[in-house]
């Protein structure tokens, strides 16, 4: 048998590095695979909650708001009615007349059973 071939420097260093890189390579495989366990996760939120979602409605101080006869600003300021959807009851009150019940504000968008529930003793139809 005729003698073996020897690698050359620049082989020899070509071997060691290559190797040295898959012993990373291994080790950073064990490691994010131990690390996603501990559950390194990021949390966030869609949106921060203003000071008055977080703090109670006011209740009204007068007695029941006539859903029939109130403008946009007596409506809202029963509890749970904004801006928005005291518009929305003038809209539709002006478009299909007088509320003859307070279930009536059901047809509303936006008002559903709690907040009837809730609006029932704050409100009058006549």
Not at 51 to 70: D, M
Not at 75 to 83: D, F, H
Request: net charge negative.
């Amino acid at each position: 048998m005729t003698g073996q071939i020897q690698p050359t420097k620049t082989e020899k260093i070509l071997l060691i590095l290559t190797a040295m890189f898959l012993c990373l390579l291994l080790a950073l495989l064990f490691y994010t695979q131990s690390a996603g366990a501990e559950g390194r996760y990021t949390v966030s939120t869609e949106r921060t909650a203003s000071a008055s979602e977080l703090l109670p409605e006011e209740e009204p101080e007068t007695g029941p708001v006539n859903i029939n006869t109130a403008g946009r600003e007596a409506l809202a300021t029963l509890p749970g009615i904004g801006e928005k959807l005291a518009e929305r009851i003038v809209a539709y009150r002006e478009e299909h007349g007088r509320f003859e019940t307070v279930e009536e504000l059901l047809n509303v968008s936006g008002i559903g059973e709690g907040k009837i529930a809730a609006l029932r003793e704050y409100v009058s139809v006549g």
